[in-house]
């Protein structure tokens, strides 16, 4: 599975981005799709995630009510819509991608360790 990332850039605190992720090869056996961040020095952090096949999401506490997660499953895309940005979510954004398993709560999909497969990066920079 290949997940190319693309919508970052530059913008001012307050602004808008919109991030998508354009999955290819078997893309069947996706099971949940996730975005991480990681900024410089720090390590790289959940930012949300869809379940595949149903989409229900789940987002991370910084991020809840900003963000937006969702997904075209006929373009095997997956989109992060971001409203009101802050300087603090300057980052590099992952997409990323978990193969069918055994059943959990979306809930349970927030650690690195448990995704398959991952894209490049896009970077996100938020002017003050």
């Known amino acids: 599975v290949q997940l190319p990332e693309s919508g970052g850039g530059l913008v001012q605190a307050a602004g808008s981005l919109r991030l998508s992720c354009a999955a290819s090869?078997?893309?069947?056996?996706?099971?949940?799709m996730g975005w991480f961040r990681q900024a410089p020095g720090m390590e790289r952090e959940f930012v949300a995630a869809?379940?595949?096949?149903?989409?229900?999401?789940y987002y991370a506490d910084p991020v809840k009510g900003r963000f937006t997660i969702s997904r075209d499953n006929a373009k095997s895309t997956v989109n992060l819509q971001m409203n009101g940005l802050k300087p603090e979510d300057t980052a590099v954004y992952y997409c990323?991608?978990?193969?069918?398993?055994?059943?959990?709560?979306?809930?349970?999909?927030?650690?690195?360790?448990?995704?398959?497969?991952w894209g490049q990066g896009t970077q996100v920079a938020v002017s003050s």
């Open positions: 869809v379940r595949w096949r149903f989409g229900s999401t």
């Open positions: 990323a991608a978990k193969e069918a398993t055994t059943y959990r709560d979306i809930t349970y999909y927030t650690t690195v360790s448990l995704y398959d497969y």
């Open positions: 090869g078997r893309t069947s056996s996706i099971f949940v």
